[in-house]
């Protein structure tokens, strides 16, 4: 059995002129205006990245720990732990989506592999821009690193192992739209017929399909939680810096991936839900799937830090106690309180949607933003506080403010995520196309 | 066990064994107490372990664009 698509062009369009389904090779005007601010943000994050090129790691805020009074891990540090952890959330739902089978949920389920991707990326590029020289640090990673820093886990599992297995499911998964795709007559129909590489959607390929996807998505859970623990496993195992090490950090890490990633996943698909009028393939019970598990994740994560202030504040050391002091009143409260209260806001919103039984979209979104708010502020004080204000050697209280180079850098790495996945959606369909919708069997 | 299920599973052992030999073989020792547990026994050997994880996951796009002689 064969199978066509439906919307074959009339006689007198040129083939050229084939629309094709999801938006795909439409570069309207209103993409066109839209790219034009991330890729303003990625000339900016460009520039910075040059001039912090030229100049040198001073041209940061970064400076050395104690006798510089500063942070050595800063904003890209930050950025590198907020970009894996959302990457957590998207593998993690696509693979539960197959496994499972979780219908409700596929209309998500390539948006959710293409985040993983793009966050893997933006993690990769937040560690390359945060090292001196790019090239020595990248060759001797691979050439000594040793397997029981949790360094290389974090580097050679998560952005090689986990980046690259993502890049396969999603290839792998995508096949077979990439094949319907080639069949309709389109400028980009090679570009499809290279994707599909000989996809032919006979009942033989299906099942292969689906025997792949179900073995990629059984390899890569246990995967990317042994990543995203031995990311933990960073901070959690520095027996010298107060404030990271515990044995919660793992977890934790995850948690929050769980949390950040599940808040972007909502944003994007209702994004994408809008601009694609797809309000038929990503309905709302997709949505209401999501919020509860952003609920259940955000309740395990409020708990954490209900457990970790008890445990920081109740008999602490003296560098403990100067670290808690700079938390919840100090320099970083602003930042605490409101990551915290962001959190929280989301929580409760999520639960009182959570209590009716109805999920309003505006909601969602709402909470989505503020857990990635509150999610990015989280980060931050893992990663600053504890070297300004954690030294158990006799150095004074340090600071650290981001540069303007950093800022721009960041900018730059948030905006090319954005249009990363702006030209995706134009060159593939970003939601996988319907049986019942595009195809006829003949 | 045709070509394709042959090759797949030879790429999976391949791409495991790469991983367990460097990572418990050539790369640095389990130990803390000396230089020598902080040099890589044999250079490169994390490089070896991201080849054998790239070898591994390589094998589902083998496995999914191989053709077998009957097709």
């Known amino acids: 059995m064969t199978t066509d698509v439906i919307d074959v062009p009339p006689p007198d369009v040129a083939p050229e002129d084939t629309e094709l389904p999801m938006g795909v090779g439409r570069f309207d005007r209103g993409w066109r205006t839209f790219i034009i601010f991330p890729i303003i943000g990625v000339v900016i994050g460009l520039i910075a990245y040059l001039y912090e090129r030229n100049q040198g790691l001073v041209v940061t805020g970064m400076r050395d720990l104690g006798s510089m009074r500063g942070a050595t891990w800063g904003l890209y540090i930050t950025l590198v732990v907020y970009f894996v952890g959302v990457s957590f959330a998207g593998i993690t739902i696509a693979a539960v989506i197959r496994l499972f089978h979780l219908e409700q949920l596929r209309g998500i389920a390539r948006m959710a592999e293409l985040m993983t991707v793009v966050a893997l990326i933006l993690g990769a590029l937040a560690i390359v821009v945060d090292l001196g020289q790019q090239m020595r640090g990248i060759v001797n990673l691979f050439r000594y690193a040793r397997p029981q820093s949790p360094f290389f886990g974090t580097f050679s599992l998560v952005i090689s192992g986990y980046l690259f297995a993502s890049i396969v499911y999603l290839y792998v998964t995508s096949r077979r739209d990439a094949s319907r795709m080639a069949s309709q007559p389109s400028k980009l129909r090679r570009f499809f017929q290279w994707w599909s590489a000989g996809y032919e959607d006979t009942s033989d390929q299906r099942a292969r399909d689906s025997r792949t996807s179900f073995w990629l998505a059984l390899a890569i859970l246990p995967l990317l939680v042994v990543a995203h623990s031995s990311l933990g496993f960073v901070f959690g195992l520095q027996v010298g810096r107060p404030g990271w090490f515990g044995t919660l950090q793992a977890p934790a890490f995850v948690i929050l991936a769980g949390v950040s990633g599940i808040g972007h996943i909502i944003v994007m698909a209702a994004m994408i839900r809008k601009s694609l009028g797809a309000e038929d393939r990503i309905g709302m019970d997709a949505f209401s799937w999501l919020g509860r598990a952003l609920m259940i994740l955000l309740f395990v994560y409020v708990y954490f830090i209900v457990v970790e202030l008890l445990t920081i504040t109740y008999q602490p050391s003296v560098a403990e106690q100067q670290l808690s002091e700079a938390l919840l009143t100090g320099r970083y409260a602003p930042i605490f309180w409101g990551s915290t209260l962001a959190l929280l806001v989301s929580l409760i919103a999520l639960a009182v949607m959570g209590l009716q039984k109805r999920w309003r979209l505006s909601w969602l979104i709402a909470a989505g933003v503020l857990v990635n708010v509150g999610a990015l502020g989280k980060r931050y004080l893992i990663v600053v506080p504890s070297q300004t204000h954690g030294q158990l050697l006799p150095y004074g209280v340090g600071s650290y403010t981001p540069s303007w180079v950093e800022i721009g850098v960041a900018i730059g790495l948030f905006s090319l995520g954005t249009l990363m996945v702006a030209v995706f959606m134009k060159v593939f369909p970003i939601i996988e196309l319907d049986d019942d919708l595009e195809e006829v069997s003949t | ?71």
């Open chain 2, 1 to 71: 066990m045709n070509r394709r299920d042959t090759i797949t599973i030879a790429m999976i052992i391949i791409g495991l064994t790469l991983m367990v030999t460097s990572y418990f073989f050539g790369a640095a020792p389990f130990c803390s107490d000396g230089v020598e547990c902080s040099n890589p026994r044999v250079q490169w050997s994390p490089a070896v372990f991201v080849l054998g994880v790239v070898i591994a996951f390589s094998s589902a796009i083998y496995y999914e664009v191989a053709k077998d002689k009957r097709e």
